[in-house]
């Protein structure tokens, strides 16, 4: 049902970034198209610069095809960001 919602959300306002970001979620989680996901994590971050969690799950895209320079590029976009998930912080991202 997420996926319908947020497609037609998307379809809607393609530039949403709550939308942009559940739909990444989706097609990273569930069906495995990581480029697409990619993409959606990126108009988040166009439409506001300060999504943290946008970095970090371009970074675990990343990570999970094995591609180590791009996913240390996120994840220190992440740490930039939002400095309270640095080096020796005990916060998990979610």
């Known amino acids: 049902m997420e996926f ?7 379809k809607v306002d393609p530039d949403n970034a709550t939308a ?8 990273q989680g569930h069906f495995k198209e990581d480029d697409e996901a990619i993409e959606c994590y990126r108009r988040v971050i166009a439409a506001d610069e300060t999504q943290f969690q ?3 799950q371009i970074g ?6 094995r591609q180590y320079n791009e996913a ?3 994840f220190k976009a992440c740490i930039d960001v939002n400095s309270k998930y640095g080096p020796g912080k005990s916060t998990t991202l979610k």
């Open 4 to 10: 319908f919602y947020s497609r037609h959300a998307l």
């Open 20 to 27: 942009n970001m559940r739909y990444g979620k989706l097609l």
């Open 54 to 56: 946008a970095h970090y």
């Open 60 to 65: 675990l895209v990343y990570a999970e095809k």
């Open 72 to 74: 240390h590029q996120a």
